[in-house]
C-alpha cells in the first residue's frame, strides 16, 4: 500500500498529538519539564526550517531572537518577583529608579507581545538591509553571527539593566500561579504542546501554499525567481521575521518553564546548536525539525547526564555521522528509504533541497500573494 504524502502528515500529526498528550503520564516531573522545553525548541527549529531548509537562507543568529523574546518575559516576572519595587539586580548596581524601557513589562500582554514584536523587528532591520543589497550565503550566516556577538556583548554589559551574565531569574509566580507549583508545569506543558501543535499546522499550511513555493523557487534559483517578475526581498524579509517571531515565542515558553534566562542562552553555542537540530531532523520537513529538536537536546542531556566529560565529543561525532552518511537529515533519509520500496508517494513539488529542479509553473506574478 502506497501511503500519499497527505495521509502521512496527518497521521504523523496525529501521533505527535496523541505522545505529547500522554507523556505526563509516564514521565517524571523533572523529565516532563525536560521535554517541556524540548518543545520549546522545536517551535524554534520549524521556524528555522522555513528560513533555512524552503528559503534557503543559513541564519546562525537565531539564538538572539529566541534571548529576545525569553527576555521580554522574564522582565515580566522578574518585576512581579518584586512585588512594584525595583529587581534586586538593579539595586545592586545602584540604580534607584526603575528604568523607562521596563515599564510595558508590568503587564503580561504586554510582554507577551513585545516577546514577538520585538524579535521581529530586530529581523526586519537586519533582513532589509542585508536583502536589499544582495547579501546571502556564507556573508549572511557572518552576519548573523555578529548579531549575536554585539547583542551578547550589551546584555553581559549592561548589568544593571539586564542582571549581566547571571541574567533574569528568581521567579515566583505567573498570572497569580506559582510557577514552583506542579499543577501550573503541567498546565504550562500543555499550553506548550497546544502550540507546537498549532505552529505545525500553520507552517505545514504555509509550505504548502504559493508563498512556500515561492520560498523554494528563491532558495534554488533567486535570479530566475527576481527574472519573472517577483521580488525576492519582500519574501525572504517577511520569513526571517516570521521565522524570528517563532524564535521570540519558543523563547516565552522556554523561560517560562525553564525560570531562567541569560545572555550564554543566546550565545554562539546555541545558535549553532539550533542550526543542527533542523539539520539532524532534516532540512525542508517541518515535522523533521521537530524531531530533531527533541531527538538532539534528549540526547544531549542524556549524554551529559551519563559521560560529562565525554558529551560534547559524543553530540559532535553524532553530528558528522549524519552529515556524512544521512545529509538529507533523518526524516528526508526515512522518505527515501519508504519511496525506494514503493511505501511512500511523495508529491513532485517536494521541497526537499536534493528535488529535481524547480518547475515555476502557478508562480505568475499577478497571483502575488505578497506584491513586490
Not at 501511503?3 to 502521512?8: A, D, F, P, V, Y
Not at 503587564?107 to 547579501?135: D, K
Not at 549524554?303 to 561525532?317: L, Q, T, V
Not at 505568475?364 to 506584491?371: G, R, S, T, Y
Amino acid at each position: 500500500m502506497t501511503i500519499t504524502n497527505t495521509k502521512m502528515k496527518i497521521g504523523i500529526t496525529v501521533i505527535l498529538l496523541i505522545l505529547m498528550m500522554a507523556a505526563p503520564m509516564f514521565l517524571s516531573e523533572f523529565r516532563l519539564s525536560l521535554l517541556g522545553k524540548f518543545l520549546a525548541y522545536a517551535i524554534l527549529a520549524m521556524g528555522l526550517d522555513l528560513i533555512w531548509g524552503y528559503t534557503g537562507i543559513l541564519s546562525l543568529g537565531h539564538g538572539v531572537y529566541f534571548g529576545l523574546g525569553a527576555y521580554c518575559m522574564a522582565m515580566h516576572l522578574k518585576l512581579v518577583a518584586s512585588e512594584g519595587g525595583l529587581p534586586d539586580f538593579m539595586s545592586w548596581s545602584g540604580i534607584d529608579k526603575l528604568p523607562w524601557f521596563w515599564a510595558p513589562f508590568h503587564s503580561a500582554a504586554g510582554a507577551f507581545l513585545l516577546a514577538l514584536l520585538v524579535p521581529m523587528a530586530v529581523a526586519f532591520i537586519l533582513g532589509y538591509l542585508t536583502f536589499r543589497n544582495r547579501i546571502k550565503g556564507t556573508f549572511f550566516s557572518i552576519l548573523s553571527q555578529a548579531l549575536v556577538i554585539i547583542t551578547v556583548t550589551l546584555f553581559v554589559g549592561q548589568q544593571g539593566y539586564t542582571g549581566g551574565t547571571n541574567g533574569l531569574t528568581n521567579f515566583n509566580t505567573f498570572l497569580g500561579l506559582s510557577v514552583a507549583e506542579h499543577s501550573t508545569k503541567l498546565a504550562l506543558y500543555y499550553v506548550t504542546v497546544a502550540v507546537v501543535i498549532g505552529t505545525l499546522l500553520l507552517c505545514l499550511w504555509l509550505a504548502g501554499t504559493r508563498l512556500g513555493k515561492i520560498l523554494v523557487a528563491i532558495r534554488d534559483a533567486e535570479n530566475r525567481v527576481r527574472f519573472i517578475g517577483y521580488n525576492p526581498v519582500t519574501y525572504k524579509v517577511f520569513i526571517y521575521c516570521f521565522s524570528a517571531g517563532l524564535a521570540g515565542l519558543a523563547g516565552v515558553l522556554f523561560v517560562l518553564q525553564e525560570g531562567i534566562i541569560s545572555p550564554a542562552q543566546m550565545g554562539i553555542v546555541p545558535s549553532i546548536e539550533m542550526v543542527l537540530w533542523v539539520a539532524i531532523g532534516g532540512r525542508a520537513s517541518i515535522f523533521g525539525a521537530i524531531l530533531g529538536a527533541v531527538i538532539t537536546n534528549t540526547a544531549k542531556t542524556t549524554f551529559s547526564e551519563a559521560y560529562p566529560e565525554w558529551w560534547p565529543i559524543i553530540m559532535g561525532a553524532m553530528f558528522i555521522v549524519v552529515v556524512l552518511f544521512l545529509p538529507q537529515g533523518i526524516v528526508g533519509t526515512c522518505k527515501q528509504f519508504a519511496a525506494k520500496r514503493g511505501w511512500f508517494q511523495a508529491k513532485s513539488d517536494s521541497a526537499s533541497p536534493a528535488s529535481t529542479p524547480l518547475v515555476y509553473s502557478g508562480l505568475e506574478p499577478e497571483a502575488n500573494p505578497l506584491q513586490k
